[in-house]
């Protein structure tokens, strides 16, 4: 049997996708932007996983108050830039796929393996990312711990790939010598007249890159894109860009009292017990439990404070909230205010009926029992009759329809 020699065969196809404007310092510089996103939203996840999984050595700052809404803003920011990113990465890349032997030795094998691993994880990582910004879970496992340790292993295998590119990655670096070779012609062989004329027609199979200019304007397209797609859905985070939020799946301003929902009173099987009248607040300490129900909650000195709710599935907004300081609260019945809480919801089940507080966020002042949202009493979809708003902690740990508090 007779076929086509497997090299020329993948030379053949290697020439019917290749393009002028593909380069290892294009793909450098795409790493380059990547690696920017990609560390944004590591950092910023790594934090906002902390906040909620603390380790031992965790610090919960309070301040400024919009400190989550930044870390949750950039890492849902960064993590839709890397979209078209990684997108243009890939295309810079893709005749590489098509290299033969797939494996030529050791270190290849590494370096097609790591690169294997860092794709797979990536596309994982940021498609599931941006589902779970639209509340879908078409997936059975927890969103949360999957997303933690995913990065991990992007992590992990992208600096195996660094560690192989070396090489490669140090020659882009003092760019010189590699941009000179570009413009005079390919490794591969002297530049004639035939293959520069090839490549200005952007004939295949020459493998001359003609110059700066097609870089430039695809780098600005892919430019272009990122910014557009940030630029169409960060305003569901920073409300100053919020008149441009398109896309976007959460809208400022929306929602009861002019501020978004994320969980239902009727999702979270608490809209009769909230609203029965019979309600109250138990608060423990040492054992004592002492009753406040509404009038008693009014009762005690009403504060007013702007905090935001900052929601780690993508969204924030500021709003004006009212009702008591938690550590006046706990203070009523003899706790120090520099207590940490165990606090509980009406919700019967799941990770959002308990809730702990560091004892940070029990000193600060601004963290309330709020009674009141933007002037008027707390809607049921935002807690009624009362719930936590604290500074500087994700949306999750906002607890809606408080039942108990108790003191550490
Ligand atoms: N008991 C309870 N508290 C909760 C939730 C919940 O589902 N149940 N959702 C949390 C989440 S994820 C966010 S972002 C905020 C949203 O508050 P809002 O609905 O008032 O805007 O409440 C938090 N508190
Ligand atoms: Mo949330």
Same mark, same amino acid.
């Given at each position: 049997?007779?076929?086509? !020699?497997?090299?020329?065969?993948?030379?053949?196809?290697?020439?019917?996708?290749?393009?002028?404007?593909?380069?290892?310092?294009?793909?450098?510089?795409?790493?380059?932007?990547?690696?920017?996103?990609?560390t944004?939203?590591?950092?910023?996840?790594?934090?906002? !996983?902390?906040?909620?999984?603390?380790p031992?050595?965790?610090?919960?700052?309070?301040? $400024? +108050?919009?400190?989550? #809404?930044?870390?949750?803003?950039?890492? +849902?920011?960064a993590?839709?830039?890397?979209?078209?990113?990684?997108?243009?990465?890939?295309?810079?890349?893709?005749?590489?796929?098509l290299?033969?032997?797939?494996i030529?030795s050791?270190?290849? *094998?590494?370096?097609?393996?790591?690169i294997?691993?860092?794709?797979?994880?990536? /596309? /994982?990582?940021?498609?599931?990312?941006?589902?779970?910004?639209?509340?879908?879970?078409?997936?059975?496992?927890?969103?949360?711990?999957? !997303?933690?340790?995913?990065?991990? +292993?992007?992590?992990?295998?992208?600096?195996?790939?660094i560690?192989v590119?070396?090489?490669?990655?140090m020659?882009?670096?003092?760019?010189?010598?590699v941009?000179r =070779?570009e413009q005079q012609?390919?490794?591969?062989?002297?530049?004639?007249?035939?293959?520069?004329?090839? =490549?200005?027609?952007?004939?295949?199979?020459? &493998?001359? =890159? $003609?110059?700066?200019?097609s870089?430039?304007?695809?780098?600005? &397209?892919?430019? +272009?894109?990122?910014?557009?797609?940030?630029?169409?859905?960060?305003?569901?985070?920073?409300?100053?860009?919020?008149?441009?939020?398109?896309?976007?799946?959460r809208?400022? *301003?929306?929602?009861?009292?002019?501020v978004?929902?994320?969980?239902?009173? =009727?999702?979270?099987k608490v809209?009769?017990?909230?609203t029965? *009248?019979?309600?109250?607040?138990?608060?423990?300490?040492?054992?004592?439990?002492?009753?406040?129900?509404?009038?008693?909650?009014?009762a005690?000195? #009403?504060?007013?404070?702007?905090? $935001?709710?900052?929601?780690?599935?993508?969204?924030?907004?500021?709003?004006?909230?009212?009702?008591?300081?938690?550590?006046?609260?706990? &203070?009523?019945?003899?706790?120090?205010?520099?207590?940490?809480?165990?606090?509980?919801?009406?919700?019967p089940? *799941?990770?959002?009926?308990?809730?702990?507080?560091?004892a940070?966020?029990?000193?600060d002042?601004r963290?309330?029992?709020?009674?009141?949202?933007?002037?008027?009493?707390?809607?049921v979809q935002h807690?009624?009759?009362?719930?936590?708003?604290?500074?500087?902690?994700? &949306?999750?740990?906002?607890?809606?329809?408080?039942?108990t508090v108790?003191?550490?």
């Amino acid at each position: 049997m007779q076929g086509p !020699h497997p090299q020329k065969l993948t030379a053949a196809l290697a020439a019917k996708f290749a393009s002028p404007t593909r380069s290892t310092r294009l793909t450098v510089v795409l790493g380059r932007w990547l690696a920017l996103t990609f560390t944004i939203c590591f950092l910023t996840g790594l934090f906002s !996983h902390g906040l909620q999984n603390p380790p031992s050595w965790m610090f919960f700052p309070t301040n $400024p +108050v919009w400190i989550y #809404q930044l870390c949750q803003g950039l890492h +849902v920011t960064a993590g839709i830039a890397s979209i078209p990113l990684m997108l243009a990465k890939l295309w810079s890349v893709y005749p590489e796929l098509l290299v033969w032997p797939p494996i030529k030795s050791v270190r290849h *094998g590494l370096e097609r393996a790591s690169i294997a691993l860092f794709i797979a994880s990536s /596309l /994982l990582q940021l498609t599931t990312g941006l589902i779970n910004t639209y509340k879908w879970y078409p997936w059975p496992f927890p969103f949360r711990e999957t !997303h933690y340790w995913l990065a991990w +292993v992007i992590w992990g295998s992208l600096l195996l790939h660094i560690a192989v590119k070396l090489p490669a990655i140090m020659a882009n670096w003092n760019g010189r010598a590699v941009r000179r =070779a570009e413009q005079q012609g390919p490794e591969r062989g002297p530049a004639s007249e035939g293959t520069a004329a090839a =490549a200005a027609v952007g004939m295949p199979g020459t &493998g001359v =890159a $003609p110059g700066r200019w097609s870089r430039r304007a695809f780098l600005t &397209g892919v430019g +272009v894109s990122t910014g557009a797609v940030v630029l169409t859905t960060a305003g569901q985070s920073f409300s100053w860009l919020s008149p441009l939020n398109v896309f976007a799946p959460r809208v400022m *301003g929306t929602g009861p009292q002019s501020v978004p929902v994320n969980r239902t009173a =009727a999702e979270a099987k608490v809209a009769d017990l909230a609203t029965s *009248g019979e309600w109250s607040l138990a608060v423990t300490y040492r054992g004592n439990s002492t009753t406040f129900d509404l009038a008693g909650l009014r009762a005690l000195p #009403q504060h007013q404070e702007e905090l $935001p709710i900052a929601c780690v599935e993508g969204w924030s907004q500021t709003a004006h909230w009212s009702g008591v300081r938690i550590r006046d609260l706990i &203070g009523a019945v003899g706790a120090p205010p520099d207590s940490a809480l165990r606090v509980t919801s009406l919700e019967p089940e *799941g990770p959002y009926r308990l809730m702990s507080m560091p004892a940070e966020y029990v000193q600060d002042e601004r963290t309330l029992v709020a009674l009141e949202l933007n002037g008027a009493i707390l809607d049921v979809q935002h807690g009624y009759p009362a719930r936590i708003i604290a500074p500087g902690r994700p &949306g999750v740990l906002q607890t809606k329809w408080l039942q108990t508090v108790e003191v550490l």
